[in-house]
């Protein structure tokens, strides 16, 4: 689970729904800020979609923006994310509805990362499982 804090000085609704963050999986070396990895979106107006770093393979993925819109909940929430990923193929589920998944692509194991571009936020509930 993910939420910003909420900031008083920010107010438009255009720059609330650019508050960012994301979960980096399958990290390659060499490690760096953007290592060539497979991003789920934690930015809130792409929640869940899928998107590559550092000169990945871009992922072929089915996206569900609908679901996304009416699962997603306002900024300074909780919304809560799971992501599933079995022989390199990838979902991703905002608050128990599934809004994006991928096919299996270039990268299929490494490290997880989590990140954040400038707004403060909080996870809770943080939970791996093999």
């Known amino acids: ?18 508050q960012n963050t994301g979960v980096l999986l399958f990290i390659q070396e060499p490690h760096a800020i953007w290592p060539k990895s497979i991003e789920v979106q934690g930015k809130h107006s792409e929640m869940g979609q899928l998107r590559p770093n550092g000169g990945a393979v871009a992922v072929e993925f089915t996206d569900h923006p609908e679901i996304r819109e009416s699962a997603r909940r306002p900024v300074g929430e909780w919304n809560s994310v799971e992501i599933v990923t079995r022989a390199g193929a990838i979902t991703a589920l905002i608050n128990g509805q ?25 996870y809770r509930h943080l939970r791996f499982s093999k």
């Open 98 to 122: 599934i809004v994006a998944e991928g096919k299996p692509s270039e990268l299929t194991s490494g490290l997880i990362g989590l990140q954040s571009e400038g707004h403060r936020l909080r």
């Open 1 to 18: 689970d993910f939420r910003f804090e909420p900031d008083p000085k920010l107010t438009d609704p255009a720059k609330l729904a650019g």
